[in-house]
């Protein structure tokens, strides 16, 4: 289903977007110091279940790749993506532990 879910990067908005029954949904992101970060997935709950936040989760995370950016998941959807894609998990910036 997601192979016919055009996904562009609005670089002006920082973010992705992809158009889907007329409704706009956003993967939205901030690039700072070779970092991007992904903050929140959004998609109408009426195309929900259509694979639209995998595909935009995906289209940032290789974009990131093809620019050798490490990513910061704060999305908890991008989190648990991440976690069900261990191709993925290399790009993941390791978080540091309080007092080290």
């Given at each position: 289903m997601t192979d016919s879910i055009e996904i562009q990067r609005n670089e002006a908005r920082s973010r992705f977007e992809a158009t889907v029954d007329g409704q706009l949904c956003v993967i939205d992101y901030r690039l700072?110091?070779?970092?991007?970060?992904?903050?929140?997935?959004?998609?109408?709950?009426?195309?929900?279940?259509?694979?639209?936040?995998?595909?935009?989760?995906?289209?940032?995370?290789?974009?990131?790749?093809?620019?050798?950016?490490?990513?910061?998941?704060?999305?908890?959807?991008?989190?648990?993506?991440i976690r069900r894609h261990p191709d993925y998990q290399d790009l993941v910036q390791p978080v540091p532990r309080a007092g080290k």
């Open positions: 700072a110091d070779g970092l991007l970060t992904l903050p929140s997935v959004r998609v109408d709950k009426s195309v929900e279940g259509r694979g639209i936040a995998a595909a935009l989760t995906r289209a940032a995370l290789d974009w990131a790749r093809a620019q050798s950016l490490q990513v910061l998941p704060v999305c908890p959807y991008v989190i648990a993506w």
